[in-house]
């Protein structure tokens, strides 16, 4: 069996409230034997560290606030977590820009988006970026903290290949690939084939994005391998080394 890490994946969501650990043991029985869990705001965060205390050593949580929660007190709720970083965390985030959503607050987002880098950067950890509409925003960013060497993934990647040659020069960073990869005319389905693969992680972003043949349904970690097999497809290569090599990038990446 080959063996993969969802690098992003809410299982702790209100969707999974009915069987949640049963979500886990299919995804582990999938072969999907190790999962993070980003964080968005106080509101899930307890749901989510019980559900990973369940399950030590396959289920990692990350610390952040999620763009879409920040509004005026967003250095409040940053400076709470910032307490709770030496806990066990193993990344910040997800953090970063939504502009797609709401524009209320994007000068507020863009500087809680920069404290959690420099956060990030200050305690040695990736940082997980959720970037919509906002590129150049988040680009400009990472400008201000390149000095910082920040590292980590851009996660639910759909940019150009263009996109992924500048987001190197800021740092050190993957793009996480997922279920879109999947979908009819997807532009990611076609980059991805220049993108390398020491360079890719995996990822669901359930109960969201669900890759075919199961769109349209909830999404869980247990397609991961259905991910994987599109992108074995697309670049010419066979699914165990897709497994391979993406468990071995998540595993530096995260350290786990």
């Not at 999938?30 to 509101?43: E, K, L, N």
Request: aromatic share 10%; hydrophobic share 40%; with cysteine.
């Amino acid at each position: 069996m080959d063996y993969y890490i969802d690098t992003h994946t809410h299982l702790y969501d209100e969707m999974f409230h009915d069987d949640a650990e049963d979500a886990v043991h299919r995804a582990m029985d999938a072969g999907v034997t190790r999962m993070i869990f980003p964080d968005i705001d106080s509101s899930s965060r307890r749901a989510m560290l019980d559900l990973a205390a369940k399950f030590p050593g396959h289920i990692f949580t990350g610390l952040g606030l999620h763009p879409t929660s920040v509004d005026s007190r967003w250095r409040e709720n940053l400076e709470e977590i910032e307490g709770l970083t030496d806990s066990g965390t193993i990344a910040i985030g997800e953090t970063g820009m939504d502009c797609y959503w709401s524009r209320d607050f994007v000068k507020e987002q863009e500087d809680a988006f920069e404290w959690q880098v420099r956060l990030a950067c200050r305690k040695g950890l990736p940082v997980i970026i959720h970037s919509r509409e906002a590129t150049e925003l988040i680009f400009n960013a990472l400008e201000r903290c390149r000095s910082l060497h920040p590292r980590g993934v851009f996660h639910a990647f759909s940019g150009s290949i263009e996109t992924f040659r500048r987001m190197e020069r800021y740092g050190d960073w993957y793009v996480g690939i997922g279920g879109v990869v999947t979908f009819k005319k997807a532009g990611i389905a076609e980059t991805v084939k220049d993108i390398p693969l020491e360079r890719i992680v995996l990822e669901t972003d359930s109960p969201y994005l669900t890759p075919v043949p199961h769109r349209g349904e909830r999404n869980e970690s247990s397609y991961i391998p259905l991910i994987a097999e599109k992108i074995a497809l697309q670049k010419g290569t066979s699914v165990s080394e897709v497994a391979e090599i993406t468990t071995a990038n998540a595993r530096k990446l995260f350290n786990i």
